[in-house]
């Protein structure tokens, strides 16, 4: 079974940026996708940025695109990968607690339903 850490989240000025990692471990992640979601308090869990793990094309929502950027490092033996959500210009629109996740299959989703594997959450907060 897949397992997915993630670490990064804090407190940040808006204009400011920073950099969220997903640690992932468990089995081999050839043929998954993964993403990068986001959920601000009273509104749905929504789509930020996706990618297959193998790390092919790359997807963003409107809102992110030009200012966040996802990436992988897999390592050598694959036992244990990375995924990575640079995060720049950020500004209080962007603060939820953000969450990574990891789908049987390469094809990157937007639906938050179809992905079955996810990490435990963290928080952004981005001030005025």
């Known amino acids: 079974q897949v397992q997915l850490v993630e670490s990064g989240g804090g407190l940040v000025q808006a204009g400011g940026s920073l950099r969220l990692s997903c640690a992932a471990s468990g089995r081999s992640f050839s043929g998954y996708a993964a993403g990068w979601f986001r959920q601000a308090p009273g509104k749905e869990r929504e789509f930020v940025a996706g990618t297959s793990w193998s790390g092919g094309r790359t997807y963003y929502a409107d809102s992110v695109k030009g200012r966040f950027t996802i990436a992988i490092t897999i390592s050598r033996d694959n036992a244990k990968n990375t995924m990575y959500l640079q995060m720049n210009s950020l500004n209080p629109e962007d603060t939820a607690v953000y969450y990574c996740?990891?789908?049987?299959?390469?094809?990157?989703?937007?639906?938050?339903?179809?992905?079955?594997?996810w990490g435990q959450g963290t928080k952004v907060t981005v001030t005025p």
């Open positions: 996740a990891a789908k049987n299959g390469p094809g990157v989703s937007m639906r938050p339903e179809d992905y079955n594997v």
